[in-house]
């Protein structure tokens, strides 16, 4: 129970990355908030599950945000622990985006939009509303789920791959701001390609049964919220290297 007496807030924890980590932090005792732009039931389901609270709200809307944080303190007190994981992938933007890639001067611009306010604007909006109220308690953890380098300069990824190169570049430079303060903020990627909603439905049980297991995400995760981790800041862990007695991949 590592996390006992905890209040987490897991964006898009309805499925995948977001939902496993929600889960593992059920079971080591925090009382966990769980959010979503859609699919209520999905959340709702996953809540009745752990134990846990659900609340629709789109990250990427500044007053769903503070309705959000604003019923978080309301209800429990405070908020000690906040995943970003919400996110759009390129399912959105091109159905056969593993096979097919296409070049950015194809994408939707709608598309585009929708897929930056989500994965950067999305982040910002809920680390700006929350750690304020973590700054009051000097205390906090913050986790940005994002995903491999690698995978960043992947041709036919815009604009998932660039959403998450500024999402490391904030990691970093909020990191640094945060150094001091009781609030630490790290960064978790599964480190490769995950089974989630991400992936698209034309891949074959082959392709499929080489994809990572969102639920190792869970361990590192509890790592990175609980108190063993008050000094760790700055870092980037890679799930599938991580492990207890070599808890820090490297500094972000």
Same mark, same amino acid.
């Given at each position: 129970? +590592?996390l006992s007496d905890k209040?987490?807030?897991?964006t898009g924890g309805?499925?995948g990355i977001g939902k496993?980590?929600?889960?593992?932090?059920?079971?080591?005792?925090?009382? #966990?908030v769980?959010t979503?732009?859609r699919r %209520?039931?999905?959340?709702?389901s996953?809540?009745?599950?752990? !134990?846990g609270?659900?609340?629709l709200?789109?990250?990427?809307?500044?007053?769903?945000v503070?309705?959000?944080?604003?019923?978080?303190?309301s209800r429990f007190?405070r908020?000690?622990?906040?995943v970003?994981?919400?996110g759009? !992938?390129?399912?959105f933007v091109?159905?056969?985006?593993?096979t097919?890639?296409r070049?950015?001067w194809?994408?939707?611009t709608?598309v585009?939009r929708?897929?930056?306010?989500?994965?950067?604007n999305?982040?910002f909006?809920m680390?700006?509303? #929350?750690?304020p109220?973590?700054? %009051?308690r000097?205390?906090?953890?913050i986790i940005?789920?994002?995903?491999?380098y690698?995978?960043? %300069? +992947?041709k036919?990824f815009?604009p998932?791959?660039?959403?998450?190169?500024a999402?490391?570049?904030?990691?970093i430079?909020w990191?640094?701001?945060?150094?001091?303060t !009781?609030v630490?903020l790290?960064?978790?990627?599964?480190?490769g390609?995950?089974?989630?909603?991400?992936?698209?439905?034309?891949l074959?049980?082959?392709?499929?049964?080489k994809l990572?297991?969102?639920?190792?995400?869970?361990?590192p995760a509890i790592?990175?919220?609980?108190d063993d981790?008050?000094d760790v800041n700055g870092?980037?862990?890679?799930a599938?290297e991580?492990?207890k007695?070599?808890?820090?991949?490297?500094?972000i």
């Amino acid at each position: 129970m +590592r996390l006992s007496d905890k209040v987490a807030v897991v964006t898009g924890g309805g499925r995948g990355i977001g939902k496993a980590i929600a889960e593992a932090y059920a079971r080591e005792g925090a009382q #966990v908030v769980i959010t979503a732009a859609r699919r %209520k039931d999905e959340i709702e389901s996953v809540a009745s599950k752990i !134990g846990g609270t659900a609340i629709l709200a789109d990250v990427s809307k500044k007053e769903e945000v503070g309705e959000l944080v604003d019923e978080v303190i309301s209800r429990f007190g405070r908020i000690d622990i906040l995943v970003n994981n919400a996110g759009r !992938g390129m399912k959105f933007v091109n159905g056969n985006f593993m096979t097919e890639p296409r070049p950015f001067w194809d994408a939707d611009t709608d598309v585009w939009r929708m897929v930056i306010d989500t994965n950067v604007n999305g982040v910002f909006l809920m680390t700006h509303a #929350v750690v304020p109220h973590m700054l %009051k308690r000097q205390s906090g953890r913050i986790i940005n789920i994002s995903m491999n380098y690698e995978t960043m %300069k +992947r041709k036919g990824f815009t604009p998932y791959g660039p959403s998450k190169a500024a999402l490391e570049s904030m990691s970093i430079i909020w990191a640094q701001e945060l150094e001091g303060t !009781g609030v630490t903020l790290n960064v978790l990627i599964p480190g490769g390609a995950t089974d989630t909603g991400m992936i698209p439905d034309s891949l074959t049980a082959s392709q499929r049964s080489k994809l990572i297991d969102p639920a190792i995400m869970g361990p590192p995760a509890i790592y990175l919220a609980s108190d063993d981790a008050r000094d760790v800041n700055g870092h980037r862990i890679v799930a599938i290297e991580w492990n207890k007695e070599n808890k820090i991949s490297k500094e972000i």
